[in-house]
């Protein structure tokens, strides 16, 4: 079975970009989410994505390394498992430029070449450890975690995921899905984090399920099934050149996949971490060293004190188990 490997990335010092950013939002404001320094700056670790890739999950048969036109200098682009996707690639010409990474994620279908079975990943998630095809496909479902969680937030992400679940509560009978998948459902494997799920059985909606926040398993079947459901409310956010609290978010098609019944139960928590460095830098470069995990997610914020410190941590961490260049890598 083919699998591709999805990542998006943006060059934040890029001229053009940073022009194109000023004509439409004026300047980055780390007041408003949507224009936070955070969501767009890049240390230098995405040599040690390509690294991950190459040492733990050579299986891959594509890379799909989706920018506005940008690439680093360092990266080779004539690698033959390389494809470079400008956005203008697979995304309407009237919606760009765009700065919603909500609305990258929403066409990926669309990619030229992509095969059915594909895996999505942030530029903040890398592999650290051994990473075999069936972590995220078995006979070609998407393996994942069918589970409720609490979103009673206020942010711009929480209302996303509301918006979410008006639509498959609209598409999908709760108790029917549940009633069908209930093996799937209620998995031994996941322990814990089907407490909420049991709490909720007899409830009649479906709330926000649990988000990994890390490398997702998708298939383009299912992304195209969502467009034909909801293309209209689709189509109108892609207006939104920043994140809006009117949008939808691939957290839509992940769990219409759930839903339709198209995964295989898997606990992504036992081998999946996500360490918001603002609080738990010590502990991802502990992870990181020791290989604790198969996936990690370093996830940055405006509001990390000695950023650069920090950064210099995560980076020693990495280049301890990934210090050796990729073939992905001119120099």
Known sequence: ???????TWVDMNDPKWQR???AYSGKINNKKN???EARFRDHGLLRYWFRGVEKFAP???NIHFVTCGQQPEWLDTSHPKLRMVDHKDYIPKQFLPCFNSSLIEIYLHHIPGLAEHFVYFNDDFFIINDLPE????VDGVPNDIAAFRMNLGFSLWSKCLKNNIEIINRRFDK???MARDHDKWFHESYGKKARLTRLLKSYGKFVTLRTPHNAQPYTKTTFEEVWDYAGKELTAMSSHRFRSPEDYTQELFRTWQICRSNFNPYNTYQDTKMFPLVFRAPKAIKAIREQSYKLVCVNDSEHIINYDKTMQGVDDAFASILGKP???ERY
Not at 134 to 137: A, H, K, L, V
């Open 34 to 36: 949507e224009v936070t």
């Open 326 to 328: 990729s073939s992905f």
């Open 134 to 137: 069936t972590r995220f496909f």
């Open 20 to 22: 194109d950013f000023a």
């Open 175 to 177: 108790k029917q899905v």
């Open 1 to 7: 079975m083919d699998i591709d490997f999805v990542i």
């Open 59 to 61: 299986w891959v048969r």
